[in-house]
């Protein structure tokens, strides 16, 4: 596709269940960088990959959180035995790799919600 | 990467133009402004960025203060559509992403 996709849109569950949030980046794009946004919030990082590694993990709230990416395209972000405060929108984002000044092409998010 | 400050929210009329203010007094001297927007139930959006000079493109304009403290984002004609948070943020030169956004100024459009 022309951008970077992301799905499932929305996702409800309860609490102490796993979820798997994906992220399909623009094609070429050897950057991939994982946002999550509370309401009314600035954006916080969580993790990005430099094609299947990820440099930077220091952003991920907790060890319940992980995140692959493989064939350096579509990423995955785990979220295990989910808590309500991990409910925000996840959002993903792509670029070359130019370091400094790469514009990053972000996805429409995934709400999730934990009940 | 440095922290910037700017307004929570502002209005403008329609077909008027449009300066959002960005403050960034502990920016070094490899660090680009970028600014990004991010429409209602959106992703972030690219808008510009710059390092010294002042810069154009389609969308806007960068205005870039000669000590690198602030910068000035400038929408020539505001329409509804430029309704949205937009988000001024400093990247490393030799940083690939943005560890740090503020909650940015939410951009009223009056019609």
């Known amino acids: 596709g022309a951008g970077v996709s992301q799905s499932p849109s929305n996702k409800v569950t309860e609490k102490g269940k796993d979820v798997e949030l994906r992220c399909d980046p623009i094609?070429?794009?050897?950057?991939l960088y994982w946002y999550r946004q509370s309401l009314g919030q600035g954006l916080e990082f969580l993790i990005y990959f430099q094609g299947n590694s990820a440099p930077d993990k220091s952003g991920l709230p907790s060890d319940r959180f992980s995140a692959e990416r493989t064939g350096g395209s579509v990423s995955t972000l785990t979220i295990q035995r989910t808590q309500q405060e991990d409910s925000a929108v996840y959002l993903c984002?792509?670029?070359?790799?130019?370091?400094?000044?790469?514009?990053?092409?972000f996805g429409q998010g995934t709400r999730l919600t934990v009940v | 990467d440095a922290k910037t400050t700017q307004p929570n929210s502002m209005e403008s009329n329609e077909e008027e133009p449009v300066h959002l203010p960005c403050n960034h007094s502990t920016i070094s001297g490899t660090d680009y402004i970028h600014w990004y927007r991010q429409l209602p139930s959106q992703g972030p959006e690219y808008v510009i960025h710059g390092l010294t000079s002042n810069v154009n493109n389609r969308m806007a304009s960068l205005a870039i203060a000669e000590d690198r403290k602030s910068s000035t984002l400038i929408l020539h004609r505001a329409t509804l559509r430029d309704a949205a948070v937009y988000y001024c943020i400093l990247k490393g030169m030799d940083s690939n992403y943005q560890l740090i956004w503020g909650a940015g100024t939410k951009l009223i459009i009056k019609p």
């Open positions: 984002a792509s670029s070359f790799w130019t370091a400094g000044m790469p514009e990053a092409f």
């Open positions: 094609s070429g794009h050897t950057a």
